[in-house]
């Protein structure tokens, strides 16, 4: 059965919009060959991963009129225009960004038509922003890893740890003012653009399979061969040395220390508010990985940061294990719930390490803002951050947790999104 949908209004079938377009390919084939001829081997890998995007629907639908909108492919040429011409127009790095999320929104709607993947075009917005954050972010983190590693300087190029980190983070921040732009753009565009005559080729019927009345196997119980009773005791102490350590930041003012332990312990009793409210249960292993997580952290602000050198890379990888987990449970829930968007594993992998590098830029940006108000304010600031080298190794170690929850996910979280997905169910049809 052949189909349409909204994302197929990225695309156009005129005449005019098939002549700019191609025409556009024609220039950027020869820039990517000077290129080559020049040695600028990043810009020809670039330049051709442009091309192909452009002309991937005409080839694959063996129609030479159908193309991206002439908006698009301008958009997502920018970074090579400004290569060549208006460098300082480009100085801010926003239209280099705006030009990924363009390249990604493009890209996320030829998967969504060529392949088994499903998706709604809100979805794939909030995709397009997560790229374009995760783009920025593994950008900076593969500089940073050849410059450490094969004596390059992309990044650490003779400035300070400190003066290199700050040009990081306004990078981030662009990044994000980007994706945010940018998608607002293109919801606009999919909503004004009137639908066009495109038939996108047919996906096939694709069955969710039911709610499974099984529990899959608890990963602290194999682990460890702890019991559930066992689990739920050391949660309940870790709680307790997290009540423990506010009291004690508050009696030596120690301003970090109470706020983390507080708002640390508020979220370890969240399971049990969901528990008691909406009657949804979650695995006494995953509350204690939960708890453990928090509670390493507010040890890490007392004391440990400072004292063990890699405490923080232990608790930025459960820290980014746990994110990774609970943004599994939700794609996948929506993927279970709703008929439009179908994610396969493979996929949900890629999703779950985009999802985990947008959410460490958005914290580093956090962490960044925070200790600069800190500092103008002349107070201690509740985040800090020391430098190009922790901030890329705190990326690299969400990096690492995102992987290991990804890799487990689906054994020990499918569960989870399926009652997730259930309670979707039930809301909605309430609210009908």
Known sequence: ??????????????????????????????????????????????????????IAPAMLLRKPYVMPSWYFIVLAILPIIGSTTAYYFFSTSIPFYISIATIAMLLVAEINWFTSVR????????????????????????QWFLDMNMGTMFLLDGRTPEEINAHVMYRFMYATIAGVVAGMFFGWYLKKERNNSIIMPPQGTLKTPEYPVSLPPAPIHRLFNMSHKKQKQITRTMQAGLLLLFIIGMILKDLPTALNAIMGLGVTLVPAFIKHKYSFTLDPGLTLWITMAIFLDALGTFAFYDSFARWDHITHTVSASIVA?????????????????????????????????AIGVLWEILEFITDEIADELGVQAVLIQHGIHDTMKDMSFNLIGAILAASWGTAYLSDISYRLAHKFDVFFSKNE
């Not at 996948?332 to 985990?356: G, N, Q």
């Open 1 to 54: 059965m052949e189909r349409t949908d909204r994302l197929s209004k990225l695309l156009r079938n005129t005449p005019l919009n098939a002549f700019a377009g191609w025409t556009i390919v024609f220039i950027l084939s020869l820039i990517s060959i000077v290129n080559l001829m020049d040695g600028r081997l990043t810009w020809f890998i670039l330049v051709f991963f442009v091309i192909c995007i452009i």
């Open 119 to 142: 998706m709604n075009y809100r979805f794939a917005i909030v995709l397009v922003m997560v790229t374009t954050l995760a783009i920025s972010g593994l950008l900076y983190l593969i």
């Open 325 to 357: 987990a609970a943004g599994y449970v939700l794609i996948r829930a929506i993927d279970i719930y709703t008929d439009e968007i179908y994610i396969p594993k493979k996929v949900m992998f890629l999703f779950i390490l985009l999802f985990i590098l």
